[in-house]
């Protein structure tokens, strides 16, 4: 099993550098770090009766190479990332297949989900919500809100996974407004929390799948920019355009690192 999600997790990362060649360029560090929880997600987690939601919708080269992955989406697609005519935006745009919401603005995947989350208890179902924010925009206020009323509702359905790679486009996280004690603030708005290393396929697994009596919120330990040598923990690899040279070079980092 583990295998299998370490080939996908290999595949969504080469997708992702791929889009990155294209002529716009792409957020390639946020969404390299977060191709394990997404592999995890799409591979083992979600089924038909859950949802969901990358609130850290500039992510949206990871979250389109898992929907290619799983057959929502043509594997070619890909290739016309964000060039004129192409459904495959910067962000995740409404009425693509796999996408609940357009998730252009930071900070309000959180508040999506929960309505969500309540709708389907109201409904009778067995579905869960799950999300994943960045951990940079958990300094907007509305994830604070939608945190105090998911607490409040006791809304066991909905797991919160934060990508928590410590960097944003301005710095380390720390630097710019602190987190930590990033959990004890979930605990004391009534959340359960999880912290797990974000590349451990199998810690992923486990704490996605475990169900809880309340709220979940996973925070993932990842690394900006994760497989590709030259760019990992660094800021500069937030928004990356890759020339050819460069392109090889990524290539190469991934497949020294691609499961044996």
């Not at 080939?7 to 560090?29: K, Y």
């Not at 359905?157 to 710019?176: F, H, S």
Request: hydrophobic content about 40%.
């Amino acid at each position: 099993m583990t295998r299998r999600l370490a080939e996908l997790a290999h595949r969504l990362r080469r997708d992702i550098v791929r889009m990155a060649a294209g002529p716009q360029g792409a957020h390639l560090g946020g969404s390299l770090s977060c191709a394990d929880i997404l592999a995890v997600l799409y591979g083992e987690v979600l089924d038909e009766r859950d949802a969901f939601i990358l609130s850290k919708g500039h992510a949206a080269p990871a979250l389109y190479a898992a929907l290619a992955a799983t057959g929502r989406l043509g594997p070619e697609e890909l290739t016309r990332y964000a060039t004129p005519g192409s459904r495959l935006f910067g962000h995740p745009p409404r009425g693509l297949p796999g996408v609940e919401f357009p998730t252009g603005s930071l900070g309000h995947g959180l508040s999506l989900a929960s309505g969500l989350a309540l709708a389907e208890r109201f409904s009778g179902g067995s579905g869960r919500v799950y999300l994943l924010l960045g951990d940079g925009e958990l300094q907007e206020g509305t994830v604070w809100e939608a945190a105090m009323f998911a607490g409040h509702q006791r809304l066991n359905n909905i797991v919160a996974v934060i990508d928590r790679n410590r960097l944003q486009i301005t710095g380390p996280t720390e630097d710019r407004v602190g987190l930590e004690p990033l959990a004890a603030r979930f605990e004391a708005f009534g959340w359960e929390t999880r912290t797990v290393d974000g590349h451990d396929l199998e810690a992923l697994r486990t704490a996605l799948r475990r169900p809880g009596e309340r709220p979940v919120a996973v925070i993932a330990r990842t690394l900006k920019g994760r497989g590709v040598s030259f760019l990992q923990g660094k800021t500069a690899s937030h928004y990356v355009t890759l020339r050819p040279e460069l392109l090889k070079r990524a290539y190469a980092s991934l497949e020294a690192q691609a499961p044996s």
